[in-house]
């Protein structure tokens, strides 16, 4: 199922010359102030240190399918990566930075459902310690 991707206020349209009553609602605000519940974002944290990654697929898939905008998800998972306390600076770091690619790759038209894939593929290699030289950017 499909979510709404606003919380702003509705607007209905209305105008005295239409021949059929007014039935169509307009969102107001912009599609990144939703936010993500916490279990969501958690589910695909765990989903990436599991070092499954068909499970991380399932959970990018998920969080496409429901409608959740990947800025806002990207957003919420780097405060939960800088949040938690069992896993090193150096693999933070390595979060953090793929976290700040796949945002700027966003906000210049890149697919949603790749970058949350590459994001979750590489905090899963991070995560489980694999080291970057089997990446293929290098």
């Known amino acids: 199922m499909r979510k709404l991707q606003t919380r702003g206020p509705f607007v209905l349209i209305t105008s005295s010359f239409l021949p059929f009553p007014p039935t169509r609602l307009l969102t107001g605000g912009t599609q990144n102030n939703q936010v993500i519940p916490e279990e969501i974002v958690q589910a695909l944290f765990s ?17 496409i399918a429901d409608g959740y905008p990947v800025s806002q998800m990207l957003s919420q998972l780097f405060d939960v990566i800088v949040g938690v306390d069992d896993i090193s600076d150096e693999q933070k770091a390595r979060i953090c930075k793929k976290l700040g690619e796949a945002d700027k790759r966003l ?11 590459d994001v979750a593929s590489n905090t899963m290699r991070a995560l489980c310690n694999m080291p970057e030289e089997l990446s293929y950017e290098n």
């Open 107 to 117: 906000v210049d038209g890149a697919d949603e459902y790749l970058q949350l894939l």
């Open 47 to 63: 989903a990436c240190k599991s070092g499954n990654f068909d499970l991380a697929d399932k959970e990018v898939n998920n969080i």
